[in-house]
Each structure stands twice: as C-alpha cells, then as structure tokens.
C-alpha cells in the first residue's frame, strides 16, 4: 500500500533502521490503532495522546445533514470502507452525544436566563417577588414533525421578547 511504503523509507527514531512495517490493530468501526514496527528494535507506538473519535465524528456529521446509520453504512460500502458501524454501537454513540449536547444546552440556557434577569432587574429596574420570581415578557413559538395535530413529535420555544433571548424549549 501508499502508507506502507512510504512508512518504509522512514528512519526508527531508536535505531536508525529503514526496515519499518505498519500493523494495524484494534478496529473499531471507522477508527483503528495503527503501530509501526521495526525489524530491529521491535514496536514503535506511534498514537497520539489526543486522537480523535472517528465514529463519533461521523455520526455527529451524518446526523447534521439528515441521515442515520443505514445511510453511513451505504456510504462506507460504496467507499471500500468496510461495514460501517453496527446498531449497538451506533445508538450508544448517539446517547452520548445526545448527553454532551444536553449538559451543553442546559449550561447555554442558564447564561440566557441570568442575562435576562440582569436586564429586567438592573435596566428595568423590575423587582423581584418574595419566592424569588421575575415577572417577564415572553412569546412561545412551536412546530411539529408533521403538519396537521396528527404529529407525537413537536418542539416549543420561550422567547423573552425585549432582548430575545431563548429562556426553555
């Protein structure tokens, strides 16, 4: 292969040696641990302390243009890529992208609602009641998966109207 050979004009950083072979090991879906090895001093590891998530990567990019597994699947095949990634692994990467963006969104949302409470408390000059509450303007937005009230899935918004901020959805 490309890879092997140019690995094979290389120099070991121990040794000196230009007989250097590559291994791959340790395939997981898209991503796999790849050593090089030379013929004198053995195994050289070659893995960066930070490599990237492969797979996490591309369900993320999959699922930001609309399509699933069975569509990354397709792709790898027509790609020579391999199988592509197999149901388990593909719904437990999902959860845990879904759990990442939710810590995300919850920490964005309590930024949004202490600017807003800045704003009616400091601008305003609004006051807060004795439990703590603040009364604000707010528009609430919604949609639905399909058209028609026939739909499960549906999302809304609360929208602070004098600054517009998104306070929940």
Not at 30 to 45: H, K, P, Y
Not at 57 to 68: D, E, F, K
Not at 78 to 89: A, E, H, R
Request: charged letters at 15%.
């Amino acid at each position: 292969s490309i890879l092997q050979n140019l690995v094979g004009v290389l120099q070991c950083p121990n040794c000196a040696n230009c007989n250097l072979k590559i291994k791959s090991k340790d395939n997981a879906g898209f991503s796999f641990a790849v050593s090089v090895c030379c013929s004198q001093c053995g195994e050289i590891t070659c893995q960066p302390e930070n490599s990237v998530n492969v797979n996490q990567r591309i369900v993320i990019a999959l699922r930001a243009i609309g399509a699933g597994r069975a569509q990354l699947n397709s792709f790898s095949t027509f790609m020579n890529l391999g199988p592509g990634l197999c149901k388990q692994t593909f719904s437990q990467i999902m959860k845990s992208v879904h759990l990442s963006l939710s810590a995300e969104v919850k920490t964005f949302l309590a930024l949004q609602m202490n600017i807003v409470r800045q704003y009616y408390t400091e601008r305003l000059n609004v006051e807060l009641d004795p439990d703590g509450v603040l009364d604000i303007i707010v528009s609430f937005d919604g949609t639905w998966h399909r058209r028609g009230h026939q739909s499960n899935h549906g999302i809304g918004f609360v929208i602070e109207v004098s600054i517009v901020k998104i306070l929940k959805y």
